[in-house]
């Protein structure tokens, strides 16, 4: 069964600071992986996905890679602002089946 | 303008009591899904749809009923034999069973009185 494990469990950084999320999971026989945003007490927003036949995928000041043979992806955010404050999940596909969340990341940007 | 809409945003429950949270679409996407997240928890699989009149169980289907009578609608009943079921609802769809492009309504808190 495939799990998925997000550490760390959360991350509070200084504004303006690069810095890294990561995501592995125990199968990697997947689809495709998603990174997700939740805000305190809302619904997710999907903000990338990667197949598994990709490397990476950027959007703005965000970048997601993807190693599956290692069972591994990163979500790497530049020059954080406090407006990147959430918690951040990632989510994989197995193709079969409903897609597996691991419990996220919340992240703090102090400004 | 296209979403997903949960209602209500808070429910409350007397024990012994069945509640039902409300999920529509109008985005025509074939497949819906129920999640729960308790607090610091991802999200858990409750129930899932991949087409009208259709629906699987979850991870933790376990004290909640599903229905999927129109394909832009997927209500969860949380029924009394579910013991602990304070958490929050997320309810989410997509345009088909591969979950690309996943869209989430807001929630719904559900707290027990």
């Known amino acids: 069964k495939q799990e998925v494990t997000q550490i760390p469990a959360a991350l509070s950084v200084p504004e303006g600071e690069n810095l890294v999320l990561n995501c592995s999971f125990t199968?990697?026989?997947?689809?495709?992986l998603q990174w997700f945003r939740q805000d305190p007490g809302k619904g997710l927003t999907s903000l990338l996905l990667?197949?598994?036949?990709?490397r990476e995928q950027t959007s703005g000041r965000l970048n997601a890679s993807l190693d599956k043979s290692s069972g591994r992806s990163t979500l790497y955010i530049a020059a954080s602002q406090p407006g990147d404050s959430a918690t951040y999940l990632c989510?994989?596909?197995?193709?079969?089946?409903?897609?597996?969340f691991g419990k996220g990341t919340r992240l703090s940007v102090i400004a | 303008d296209g979403g997903i809409t949960q209602s209500p945003k808070y429910l409350f429950r007397k024990e012994g009591q069945n509640v039902t949270l409300s999920c529509e679409q109008n985005?025509?996407?074939?497949?819906m899904y129920w999640y729960r997240q308790d607090p610091g928890q991802g999200l858990r699989l409750i129930y899932y749809s991949q087409i009208v009149n259709d629906f699987q169980k979850g991870d933790i289907a376990e004290g909640y009923s599903v229905s999927r009578e129109k394909k832009e609608s997927f209500p969860l009943t949380v029924t009394s034999a579910q013991k602990n079921p304070t958490a929050f609802y997320l309810c989410?769809?997509?345009?088909?069973?591969?979950?690309?492009?996943?869209?989430f309504g807001s929630g719904t808190q559900l707290s027990v009185l």
């Open positions: 990667i197949q598994s036949s990709q």
């Open positions: 989510a994989v596909n197995s193709g079969n089946t409903p897609l597996v």
């Open positions: 989410a769809s997509s345009m088909d069973r591969d979950q690309e492009n996943l869209f």
């Open positions: 199968d990697s026989a997947i689809y495709n």
């Open positions: 985005l025509n996407h074939d497949a």
